[in-house]
């Protein structure tokens, strides 16, 4: 392929259109390309742009200075286009029904469809992703290949790490980076796919080879409007951007909590791939998993603590022994879609066992901070951010816990309010301690969004979290905006046996308001505070 100074391939226009359904005015013939874009402030000489409507801005405003910085053509939606600014552009016009559609269908052809070169294995679902992700990227290394890891934490592949803007990119940063791949020899894909981007038409170009749905429950709906719609979108993955013979994994557990009217997205999935006569016929099939027989992936006896899983795990080739670091119901399922993957891949069982057992954990998910140490509280910082990942999370330690369970939480700013007090009640009913902070409040204001979370807590006592923590009968919970603030006194007011839950921000090092972007880490302020105090062994609770 050949490339240009920038490295980046070069490609006759007509080629980039071929298969497109496109109306061309003005020449194209002799038009070589050298970078795809959506942005205008990147177009120049040998330049495509493509103007695509955003939810703030609409990229058509931005032809005329696309062209005038010289880009080599422009693509535009059939409608969108002011008649005067077309008569006034000398560059090539490419009138489309769908720009968006288009912009992916073109970025994948620029750089050679890179996704048919890669075994291509997306994972979408609101909780999990990012677990399974690390799991299966641990499970392909042990099994030979070469895996490359697109996801909310970052971009990894080849020796090197990338910091990760959105958990899907849009289309041109995501076929740049699959060809990039293929550059640098990676056999595997493992991408999270999210909601946004299916809706949004991010993957348009791009095919799978094996699918994993973990779950649904409550969480963009600010986007997606309501359950059924943010549903929808998720099963774009599956009837849109499969190959052909492609497999499904299907979690058909995980999905009660607050959002227990609605049990059974995973059934009600697999149900309706099953009944599509045009999915079955592209020779596509489906694999379950599940926490209980009947599913084609279970677990039977299962032992479970703090230090971790064990469990012996009925696959179709036959029951396998695992152990794991990782802790918690919800785990043992992001363990089992990783095996249904790895199952649909023909990955062999006992290096898949021993991936499991070597895995060290995931940044920011269940990660616990600090040494193993039995005078002092064990401290976990998690990601969990919706209702039902919470839930797991506290539910998952309340088992395990032989003190008190203290949550430090808040809500994120600019995003679905509704969540709001059922996070609050979801904690107020399993954690002993709840002390309610600051997120990532956004624009909003930081008070008006924790007073949102309070209306969940009803009925419990509010008392001054010092106070509360310093009497280890009482169960109740405290409002502190600062979340520095809130750790140190969480931290440094529990006890040996205690359990204390930082979560919602995980692996960010950031917190956002209207001032912008700071520094920080909810793990380095725990280590902080675990540093300076000398705990004292437990007193006796009631709870």
């Known amino acids: 392929m050949p490339k240009g100074e920038n490295g980046l391939p070069v490609k006759d226009l007509t080629e980039l259109l071929r298969g497109i359904a496109a109306q061309v005015e003005g020449i194209a013939g002799e038009v070589k390309i050298t970078k795809v874009t959506a942005d205008s402030r990147e177009a120049g000489p040998g330049v495509l742009f493509v103007a695509v409507s955003g939810l703030r801005v609409d990229g058509h405003d ?25 008569k006034r552009l000398k560059a090539v016009r490419i009138v489309v029904d769908d ?44 099994a030979g290949a070469s895996p490359g890891v697109i996801g909310t934490v970052s971009y990894r592949f080849a020796g ?83 190959k052909q013979g492609a497999t499904a994994v299907i979690l058909q557990e995980g999905e009660g909590g607050e959002n227990a009217a609605e049990l059974g997205w995973g059934r009600r999935l697999a149900g309706e791939l099953a009944a599509d006569a045009g999915w079955r016929a592209a020779k596509r099939t489906i694999i379950t998993c599940g926490m209980e027989a009947g599913s084609d992936i279970f677990p039977g006896r299962t032992v479970k603590s703090l230090a971790g899983i064990e469990a012996e795990v009925a696959l179709p080739g036959g029951v396998m022994p695992m152990a794991t670091r990782l802790v918690g119901d919800y785990n043992l399922k992001n363990v089992l879609g990783c095996l249904g993957v790895g199952t649909a891949l023909g990955l062999d069982m006992e290096r898949m ?8 954990g995931v940044p920011g998910r269940l990660e616990r901070v600090g040494e193993v140490d039995a005078c002092r509280p064990a401290v976990f910082v998690d990601y969990a951010h919706t209702p039902d990942a919470l839930e797991n999370v506290l539910t998952t330690l309340r088992e395990l816990t032989s003190g008190r369970l203290i949550v430090i939480f808040g809500c994120g700013g600019d995003r679905d309010r509704g969540k709001r007090p059922l996070m ?19 624009s909003e204001s930081p008070e008006m969004i924790l007073a949102e979370i309070e209306t969940g807590l009803r009925g419990l006592p509010r008392l001054r979290g010092e106070a509360l923590l310093r009497r280890p009968w009482l169960c109740g919970y405290d409002i502190i905006a600062s979340r520095r603030e809130a750790i140190r ?11 204390v839950l930082l979560s919602g921000k995980g692996h960010e090092c950031y917190q956002i308001d209207r001032a912008g972007k700071k520094f920080f880490d909810d793990r380095l302020e725990a280590r902080q505070s675990l540093a300076v105090v000398g705990f004292e062994p437990r007193k006796e609770t009631l709870r």
């Open 160 to 242: 090197q790490e990338l910091p990760a803007p959105y958990t899907t990119p849009e289309a041109v940063q995501l076929q740049q980076l699959l060809w990039q791949m293929v550059e640098r020899r990676v056999t595997h894909v493992v991408m999270e796919v999210s909601s946004h981007a299916l809706a949004q038409g991010r993957l348009q170009g791009v095919l799978f080879d094996v699918a994993l749905f973990t779950n649904l429950t409550r969480d963009h709906l600010d986007f997606h409007g309501d359950m059924e719609s943010y549903f929808n979108a998720k099963k774009l993955l599956f009837t849109e951007h499969l």
């Open 489 to 499: 006194v969480g931290v440094q007011g529990a006890q040996s046996g205690d359990v």
């Open 99 to 142: 720009t968006r559609r288009a912009l992916g269908e073109l970025a994948a052809a620029f750089y050679g469809h890179p996704a048919n070169r890669l075994r291509m294995i997306a994972i979408t679902g609101t909780n999990g992703k990012t677990t399974t992700s690390y799991l299966l990227e641990g499970v392909l290394a042990a």
């Open 62 to 86: 931005f032809v005329e200075q696309a062209a005038a910085a010289g880009c080599a053509a422009v693509v535009v939606q059939k409608g969108r286009l002011k008649d005067a600014v077309g």
């Open 353 to 360: 066992r021993q991936a499991l057992g070597s895995f060290a």
């Open 424 to 442: 609050g009640a979801v904690a107020g009913r399993l954690a002993d301690v709840v002390l309610v902070t600051s997120d990532n409040p956004r």
